[in-house]
């Protein structure tokens, strides 16, 4: 048990927020969050080789310290320096309107909202194209991703197909992502300059009906991260202590703090409620050890992209473009398209990809784009519950 999880608890959050089965599977008592099933390490203590061995190959989350002592994030991003920086007046998505269009504001305004809303689902900033705007690019300057997931396979695709992959956030307090896991089965890493996240995460290969549990939802219950975390998930935790050989689904459970990262694997389930207001960044990418698994992901969600990919790995990294070569073999997998040019250049696998039509390629990042947004809740969207 941390001590320093309790003082915060107990300081800032009323019990019903957090309430969670005892020790002694009592359910229905008042009890405390404890970080469970996940390890903390210090960035000093592990060198990259290492956490290769522990972490990435075996695909087991992790939480590091240390990585973030350096960026200049953890004094910049908190909501007053924000508001007292250039930044304050660029714009920034905050949410979606009911026909599904990007809804932005400035971040002065959203800023104010932070600081005064009660709101039971608060709006949500989770920004992704804060690095090719004039305006908010300089957050680039504040922080570098960790050593550990420096190597990024996905470097290879062209740049403006790529599909989002890194994100600015702010999150208010009550504000969270839903349950889900993330596009193409890549890895994330998510940092946390100011406030403190709640995180679930169950491990790869959990039926969504048991993990998400909508038939556990009660009638006037919402989807927001917020309802499955104070309704639906005390009501799983209920249903697994029933269980004669006792809880299955592979729960971890854990709090993050101001200066840590978080490394979830590819295909683990995980859903975050911030417990206070929060700024954060996140990142999904491809290293070369789960590289077969996001390959396969990549070819059937993103098919042109995937082949532009390959082009790219055969002319740069032949090494990582042989495994690819070789899982299509295994799997006898051939790109079709529904374009003829792009069928015609692409019936030998190492030939150089035509560019496919524009629709399709605006389906494929349309399609992603819902898929990630999906993944931060409904709370992201413009209404209040």
């Not at 979606?96 to 932070?114: A, I, N």
Request: aromatic share 10%.
């Amino acid at each position: 048990m941390h001590i320093r999880e309790l003082q915060y608890i107990e300081k800032h959050h009323p019990r019903s927020m957090i309430e969670l089965p005892s020790e002694n599977n009592n359910v229905g008592a008042p009890c405390r969050i404890v970080s469970r099933g996940i390890d903390r390490v210090k960035a000093a203590d592990m060198p990259y080789e290492r956490f290769q061995e522990l972490y990435a190959k075996q695909g087991k989350p992790v939480i590091i310290q240390g990585c973030m002592d350096n960026w200049k994030a953890r004094s910049r991003w908190n909501i007053s320096s924000l508001d007292e920086s250039s930044l304050r007046n660029a714009r920034v998505k905050c949410g979606e309107d009911d026909e599904g269009f990007s809804v932005k504001v400035k971040m002065k305004y959203f800023l104010q909202y932070v600081q005064t809303q009660q709101d039971d689902s608060p709006l949500y900033v989770f920004e992704s194209s804060f690095d090719d705007k004039p305006d908010t690019k300089a957050l680039l300057d504040d922080f570098q991703p960790p050593v550990y997931f420096r190597s990024d396979l996905f470097n290879y695709v062209q740049q403006d197909r790529r599909p989002p992959y890194r994100w600015f956030l702010i999150g208010p307090e009550r504000s969270g992502s839903s349950l889900h896991t993330d596009p193409l089965s890549t890895n994330a890493w998510n940092a946390l300059a100011t406030g403190v996240k709640r995180w679930i995460l169950y491990p790869p290969g959990m039926r969504k009906k048991y993990v998400k549990a909508p038939q556990l939802r009660q009638r006037g219950e919402d989807k927001e991260a917020i309802t499955w975390f104070t309704h639906t998930l005390p009501r799983i935790k209920a249903k697994e202590a029933r269980k004669p050989n006792g809880p299955d689904l592979g729960m971890i459970e854990f709090l993050q703090y101001p200066g840590e990262v978080v490394f979830v694997p590819g295909g683990w389930w995980h859903a975050v409620l911030n417990l206070y207001d929060t700024t954060a960044c996140t990142q999904n990418f491809c290293n070369e050890c789960d590289f077969p698994r996001i390959w396969r992901h990549t070819r059937r969600g993103r098919r042109h992209m995937a082949k532009r990919w390959l082009d790219s790995l055969n002319e740069k990294r032949p090494e990582i473009a042989a495994v690819a070569h070789r899982i299509n073999r295994e799997d006898n997998f051939e790109f079709k398209f529904s374009n003829k040019k792009k069928n015609d250049s692409s019936s030998s696998s190492s030939s150089s990809s035509s560019s496919s039509s524009s629709s399709s390629s605006d389906t494929e990042d349309s399609d992603l784009e819902k898929e990630k947004k999906q993944s931060a809740g409904a709370s992201n969207t413009l209404r209040r519950v």
